[in-house]
């Protein structure tokens, strides 16, 4: 499968704890961006990463949130101390390139804060 | 604030027709724009992309841009029920690296 690989599909947490999502680019893809979806609403854009840099992180909270991408391996979204708000669905997108930036989404991890 | 905005619907068309869904955005210097389609309970698919004013068709989609206006919409020809979904418009942002979504218009496609 060469699409843009996202896992889990769904996670479930307690308040408190913390949620790492992952997502591994499609082959050749080098763009990464992160964005969440609540029921009935739009896509907000939260992170923008290259690899080993964070390009645009405008639209992420300041506090318990982070995204990194590695050299090696997937990018990760972390968010520590989840609370119910946080419940929603994180689609990962990549791109081969800067630009006009056609979008690829992976199928998103379902997030849910008991 | 950059913003993209869309009737949420819902746009109820029956089979055959033209379905059209419009799309204004703010950031005047825009560029590029975007049409997405997501299925209930799926991810956003790429249905359509346009760089120039005027028309672009691809099978029975066709994308109409109006930078003057500040309008880009989507016309679904020959609508078919397996076009029910939300229809995301979206632009880049020019003065970031971010593409901003719009809300959705929902379309029902009635057989």
């Known amino acids: 499968n060469a699409g843009v690989m996202q896992n889990p599909r769904h996670l479930v947490r307690r308040r408190g704890q913390e949620a790492r999502l992952r997502c591994s680019p499609m082959?050749?893809?080098?763009?990464v961006y992160w964005y969440r979806q609540l029921p009935e609403e739009g896509l907000k854009f939260m992170v923008y990463l290259q690899k080993e840099n964070i390009i645009d992180e405008s639209g992420m909270p300041k506090e318990r949130f982070s995204a990194e991408f590695p050299k090696e391996g997937p990018s990760i979204l972390r968010i520590q101390q989840v609370v119910r708000g946080d419940s929603a669905a994180y689609f990962c997108?990549?791109?081969?390139?800067?630009?006009?930036?056609?979008?690829?989404f992976g199928s998103g991890t379902q997030l849910s804060v008991l | 604030q950059k913003e993209v905005e869309q009737n949420s619907g819902p746009l109820s068309v029956p089979e055959g027709a033209i379905a059209s869904l419009n799309c204004t955005y703010s950031?005047?210097?825009?560029?590029?724009f975007f049409w997405y389609r997501q299925y209930s309970g799926k991810s956003p698919e790429l249905i359509m992309f346009i760089y120039s004013n005027g028309d672009k068709e691809d099978g029975r989609f066709t994308a109409q841009l109006n930078k003057a206006s500040q309008y880009v919409s989507l016309l679904i020809r020959d609508s078919q029920p397996s076009d029910s979904a939300t229809y995301l418009c979206?632009?880049?942002?020019?003065?970031?690296?971010?593409?901003?979504f719009g809300a959705g218009t929902r379309l029902f496609v009635k057989a």
């Open positions: 997108a990549s791109s081969p390139r800067g630009g006009n930036e056609k979008l690829f």
């Open positions: 082959k050749g893809h080098s763009h």
């Open positions: 950031d005047r210097g825009s560029q590029s």
């Open positions: 979206a632009v880049k942002d020019t003065g970031g690296f971010k593409t901003i």
